[in-house]
C-alpha cells in the first residue's frame, strides 16, 4: 500500500508539472508573464526514487522552482551524495530540497 500511494504521489507531481510547463508555454504566445508565486505558501512534494532517472531529474526540477519544498527519498547513499552536490552547485534561495 505504501508503494502504490508514493507511487501516486509521484505521478501527481510529474502531472503537475507538466501542467504547468504547458500552461506557461500558452502563456507566453500570448504576451502575458507567466504566474508568479507571491503569497509565500510552499507546496511539500514527496519524491520517491531521487538516485536516478524519473525521479532524479524530477527533484531537481522542482527544486528549481522557489515555490516547492522537495523530499527526495533515495535508497542508497550515492543518491543522497548526488543530490547534495547538486543542490550546492545550484543555490536556489528560499528552496528547500
Known sequence: ???????????????HVYSQA???????GSKTPPPTV???KKKVV???GCDSGFGYILA????QESDYIVIALTLT???????ESYKEENPQGSAKL
Open 1 to 15: 500500500n505504501t508503494a502504490l500511494f508514493v507511487g501516486i504521489c509521484s505521478a501527481a507531481a510529474a502531472y
Open 22 to 28: 504547458v500552461s506557461w508555454a500558452t502563456r507566453l
Open 60 to 63: 531537481k526540477t522542482l527544486y
Open 46 to 48: 514527496v519524491i520517491s
Open 38 to 40: 507571491n503569497d509565500g
Open 77 to 83: 547513499e550515492q543518491g543522497v551524495q548526488s543530490l
